[in-house]
T-cell receptor
Framework: GQNIDQPTEMTATEGAIVQINCTYQ??????LFWYQQHAGEAPTFLSY??LDGLEEKGRFSSFLSRSKGYSYLLLKELQMKDSASYLC????????????WGAGTKLIIKP | GAGVSQTPSNKVTEKGKYVELRCDPI?????LYWYRQSLGQGPEFLIYFQGTGAADDSGLPNDRFFAVRPEGSVSTLKIQRTERGDSAVYLC???????????????FGPGTRLLVL
């Protein structure tokens, strides 16, 4: 089968750094996405990785290791507004609709 | 520019009733996706449109669910004889071409929260 695993919930302190891990087992791989979803709102795109390595975008960075089926999202200088769920999704084939989604990691930021 | 819009934002209905959920994608996006999301879960794929045609409807749970996109823009998801288990947030997303070129991104609408009593 195909599955994506993420921790259900994480807690971190305002101003700190947090790493959210995602491991995947899929029948194919053609890119990995991270989305942020605030409660009651739509998912919004954060980052995309298709090659191994680190992609940095401001306070957020995403890492991919295809050989290990592993990615992480790194959030620096945490702010209260970063409290949200973070969804990992793998595109398995050559068409964009074939995304396998993780259940998301709920991140709680404390002052 | 305008993002993906969905109406209604909330829908409460009784078991056995028929409902229609509407999605207005970003102008110029040829690819449109419907998902269903339950609390604490990721989006579950339902159907994908490329232009006017349903390129893949393999995610529709049963024949009570149907979706159309007659002019290649607005799409309607139709659910007949609703059941309590249909209660969820129905998300619509669109992307430019639906292809896998680079980081072509799906842009999501705010969703319709469906509650079947």
């Amino acid at each position: 089968g195909q599955n994506i695993d993420q921790p259900t919930e994480m807690t971190a302190t305002e101003g700190a750094i947090v790493q959210i891990n995602c491991t995947y087992q899929t029948s194919g791989f053609n890119g990995l996405f991270w989305y942020q979803q605030h409660a009651g709102e739509a998912p919004t795109f954060l980052s995309y990785n298709v090659l191994d390595g680190l992609e940095e975008k401001g306070r957020f960075s995403s890492f991919l290791s295809r050989s290990k089926g592993y990615s992480y999202l790194l959030l620096k200088e945490l702010q209260m507004k970063d409290s949200a769920s973070y969804l990992c999704a793998v595109r398995t084939r050559g068409s964009n609709y074939q995304l396998i989604w993780g259940a998301g990691t709920k991140l709680i930021i404390k002052p | 520019g305008a993002g993906v819009s969905q109406t209604p934002s909330n829908k409460v209905t009784e078991k056995g009733k028929y409902v229609e959920l509407r999605c207005d994608p970003i102008s110029g996006h040829t690819a449109l996706y419907w998902y269903r999301q339950s609390l604490g879960q990721g989006p579950e794929f339902l159907i994908y449109f490329q232009g006017t045609g349903a390129a893949d409807d393999s995610g529709l749970p049963n024949d009570r669910f149907f979706a159309v996109r007659p002019e290649g823009s607005v799409s309607t998801l139709k659910i007949q004889r609703t059941e309590r288990g249909d209660s969820a947030v129905y998300l619509c997303a669109s992307s430019l071409t639906g292809g896998a070129s680079g980081q072509e991104t799906q842009y999501f609408g705010p969703g319709t929260r469906l509650l079947v009593l």
